[in-house]
């Protein structure tokens, strides 16, 4: 038995993946049980679920394989300091973060069995091949152009090969400081989103503007031959700073990442967290995600130019702009997509872990496809019935009714009933998911035919920007008749126009401009939820469901502890946890 933990470290998303004989067996983000968004550092619980779950102690752990090196693309760095003239800080940060990196044997030792320590091998990947691993080597293709597009790790940006039978080549790239994910970045603080991860909401922002600053933004990021880009270092600070990000406490922070004076110049007075958003922010916005995309499929004109293939893979952080995404089939010759459901940093973790399989293999080459994401922890009937018992207390001074139902098919029919009668349901299932996106084991749900489920769900529990849309999930086989796509999205990672004669049937998952973000579900990917949505459908008509991850401002939650503190903190009508449901009621304590 062979067995490879990857890891990402050191940086926001921090996350932990095992692979045993080539195959994953648990992927987990060190968020979930920190409950910090985007946790940065040493993901040591993530690294703990890994091991508890498989029973393997850390000291037969063959290779600890981690998605950087510091030594990677060494002649650039080099070329850059000489040319440079930076914050004299700037390298200095940079040597202490590689030294921190250089340190990961003495935080894997506290992780061992009493008594023993790490003597593995600790293997480190480049960041952009781990990410190009996680996107190829999860895909489903024998054959396709590989991308990683990121903001910045190991010196990149971006890097692009072609992957053949499990195997891939990395052929080009773009250095620092050019990069497309900085420049949204820098403009997502601009229009004042200054935490860590905003870009979804200048993505979610921009269908309400319109096409009046290109001219600006193509000064700041410039075209070239052979797909590249660069951008005009006038309107950024990355390249002078002492860091381009840091954290306290695990909580990773930016520093400013755009020159105030020229931008100012440029687009005018930048907004501060709390204005108004004016037309002129949405209109940015929506020339910001325009100009992205310009360059994104410039980049992929050129790679389909070079390699003449059908199939994409997609990974980096750029790869979770789903509706960037969701154009690339209509905007290039290419004719097949598949994204990682944690294509940014975090799935660097599982890129890391294949390359070191795939390198070190001699036998034939095992499935390594990821079809669903429900790699973390899972808890039986009897330990949810457990964290409730311990709950009676609070779940009795806010009036809440506990039953525990006979099986599934009892469980379905009584949440779609909830679901039609408007109640917003709290849906706590099987494994927990990988990457981000709620995907049907940790969701809140809704009936999407409601045209207020946007603004109840808002006032009951996210308390989030009114224009950020809500997602769908979806029967596959029914993707065709409501969406102008039919393709595989299982991990929510794309954003396609719904047909213009379903719009108003489903107005809650419906965005301002006919859009609407989905996840395909079929049985095999996830049964129960699979028989739920195909519940709604019989009732309804409607193959669809409105799903929003569960939690409430904070990490999506990992255990039952965590669903029944957001379940008793907010409005939400009802929880689904296993067999069990607890809703707003007069509190009886029911057994089988």
Known sequence: MRVILGINAYHADAAAALLIDGRLVVAVEEERFRRIKHWAGFPSHAIRCCLEATGIPLERVDVVAINTDPRANMGAKIMFALKSVTHPGFLRHRLQSARKRFSIRDELHPLCSPGFRFFGDIVRIEHHQAHLASAFLASPFDRAVTLSIDGFGD?????????????????????????????????????????????????????YGALKYMD?????????????????????????????????????????LFN?????????????????????????????????????????????????????????????????????????????????????????????????????????????????????????????????????????????????????????????????????????????????????????????RRADMREILNSKIKRRESFRPFASSILRARVGEWFDADVDCPFMTQVFPVRQEKRTLIPAVTHVDGSGRLQTVTEEQNPLFFRLIEHFYHRTGVPLLLNTSFNENEPVVCHPREALACFLRTEMDCLIAGHWIVYRGAYVFQKK
């Open 260 to 448: 105030k004076e020229n931008m100012t110049r440029l687009l005018g007075k930048p907004r501060f967290p709390g204005e108004p958003l004016l037309q002129r922010h949405k209109d940015i916005a929506h020339s910001v995600q325009a100009m992205y995309e310009k360059a994104l499929f410039h980049l992929l004109g050129y790679l389909h130019e070079i390699y003449n293939e059908k199939s994409l893979t997609l990974a980096g952080g750029c790869a979770m702009n789903s509706v960037a995404n969701g154009k690339i089939l209509a905007n290039t010759p290419f004719k097949h997509l598949y994204v990682q459901a944690a294509a940014g940093d975090a799935g660097g973790a599982v890129g890391a872990a294949m390359m070191v399989w795939m390198r070190q293999q001699t036998g034939p080459t095992l499935e390594l496809t990821m079809r669903h994401a429900y790699w973390g922890p899972a808890f039986s009937n009897e330990k949810i019935g457990e964290w409730i018992h311990q709950q009676s207390d609070d779940l009795e001074k806010s009036g809440c009714l506990v039953l525990r139902m006979e099986n599934d098919a009892a469980v379905i029919d009584w949440t779609v009933e909830q679901i039609q009668g408007g109640k917003v349901v709290g849906w706590f299932q099987g494994a927990m998911e990988w990457g981000p996106r709620a995907l049907g084991n940790r969701s809140i749900l809704g009936d999407p």
């Open 216 to 256: 600006e933004m193509e000064k700041m990021v410039r075209l070239g031959d052979r797909g590249c880009f660069s951008l005009d270092l006038d309107y950024f600070m990355h390249h002078k700073h002492q860091s381009v990000s840091h954290w306290e406490g695990g909580l990773p922070e930016l520093a400013p």
């Open 155 to 207: 010196f990149r940006s971006s890097a692009w090969g072609m992957g053949v039978d499990k195997r891939f080549s990395l052929d080009g790239g773009i250095n620092f400081p050019h990069s497309l994910g900085l420049f949204y970045q820098a403009l997502t603080q601009y229009l004042g989103f200054l935490n860590y991860g905003d870009e979804y909401k200048v993505m979610g922002l921009a269908p």
